[in-house]
């Protein structure tokens, strides 16, 4: 299937898809004979599991180190871990990705404590009228 009809049944746009396989995501997809790109339903499994984890908050860098394994992926089941298929040697991305959503959550918590404070000991407005 040609760009647009991949991207389309892929839920993106093909400026996405150039992106992907511009930043090693995506392979180089084979060309017509006129040069234009022909994608396959493979190609367009994997461009929704790229979208699935960039939603998950991951970093197309993040995808870049892994993306080797991009195809063991099969929409939201992974391979069991140690079993046929699985990552030989996982490259930490999610743990390190997950220790940076944490440390956000705290940095943010801590910041709506103190927001929270100050509100909490401020005077309470004065009403006026009925």
Same mark, same amino acid.
């Given at each position: ?6 991207? *389309?049944? *892929?839920?993106?746009? @093909?400026?996405?898809?150039?992106? !992907? ?5 995506? @392979?180089? @997809? %084979?060309?017509? &004979?006129?040069?234009?790109?022909? !994608?396959?339903?493979?190609?367009? *499994? ?6 699935g984890?960039?939603?998950?908050? #991951? ?5 870049r180190?892994?993306? $080797? /394994?991009?195809d063991?992926? $099969?929409?939201? &089941?992974?391979?069991? !871990?140690?079993?046929?298929? &699985? ?8 743990? %390190?990705?997950? *220790? ?9 918590? /801590? #910041?709506?404590?103190? #927001? ?7 005077? @309470?407005?004065? /009403?006026?009228?009925?």
């Amino acid at each position: 299937m040609r760009i647009g009809d991949a991207a *389309a049944a *892929a839920g993106t746009t @093909p400026r996405a898809l150039r992106f !992907y396989e511009q930043n090693g995501l995506l @392979p180089p @997809p %084979r060309r017509t &004979a006129t040069g234009q790109r022909e !994608y396959t339903e493979r190609e367009v *499994a994997r461009v929704r599991v790229i979208r699935g984890l960039l939603a998950l908050g #991951l970093s197309v860098a993040d995808l870049r180190e892994c993306r $080797d /394994r991009l195809d063991l992926l $099969d929409g939201d &089941a992974l391979p069991p !871990y140690g079993g046929p298929g &699985a990552c030989a040697r996982p490259s930490g991305v999610a743990d %390190r990705r997950l *220790a940076a959503l944490d440390d956000e959550i705290a940095r943010l918590t /801590r #910041l709506r404590d103190r #927001l929270a404070a100050r509100i909490d000991t401020r005077t @309470p407005p004065v /009403r006026t009228g009925p």
